[in-house]
């Protein structure tokens, strides 16, 4: 969910009212956070007042003043070159946060507070890390563990590995065999 949210924010393709306008579905192009700009995929995430309040109850890497700009992917880059992998992953996370706050503002529901988006941001990767950490944990076992040997085939039987690819470009599929016995 976070990388399609980044991959759409840095190709400007999140539906702001900016963009909604372009494309001839609304009148108005006006933040409906805060209405002082228009809104794209900077503004709403990054420039909007709203977003700043949230951007200011986190690390010091994110404040407004640390980067800015009209581009969001500007921005991204800016971070990406500041930050470790952590602090990249909790920018995205809160900048995919930001913009299910604006939806729901948009859809009737109340406004979140910062801090709150920042809690939610906060269990989002603990969550998120402790998956991985028990992923890892099971690949390791499984790699130490006796499954991860091959073993022959009982008595009277034969044992069958086989694996495929699909050559797209050239139109070809490869197989590959090898029959064992005891």
Do not use: Y
């Amino acid at each position: 969910m976070v990388k399609m949210f980044l991959w759409r924010a840095l190709n400007n393709l999140l539906s702001t009212k900016g963009h909604l306008r372009r494309k001839g579905v609304v009148q108005d192009s006006a933040c409906p956070l805060c209405g002082l700009e228009e809104e794209n995929v900077a503004h709403v995430l990054w420039n909007c007042p709203p977003a700043n309040g949230v951007w200011g109850c986190g690390s010091i890497k994110f404040q407004k003043r640390c980067c800015g700009g009209t581009n969001f992917f500007n921005i991204f880059e800016d971070i990406v070159k500041r930050c470790d992998r952590f602090d990249v992953e909790r920018f995205a996370v809160t900048g995919r946060r930001l913009w299910l706050r604006r939806n729901a503002v948009i859809h009737g529901e109340p406004f979140v507070h910062p801090n709150q988006i920042m809690r939610e941001v906060g269990a989002a990767i603990e969550d998120f890390q402790r998956a991985n950490m028990v992923d890892e944990h099971e690949t390791r076992q499984a790699q130490k563990g006796d499954s991860a040997l091959w073993q022959p085939p009982p008595v009277n039987s034969v044992k069958i590995n086989w694996d495929a690819t699909v050559d797209h470009r050239n139109g070809r599929i490869r197989l590959g065999c090898v029959v064992q016995n005891s």
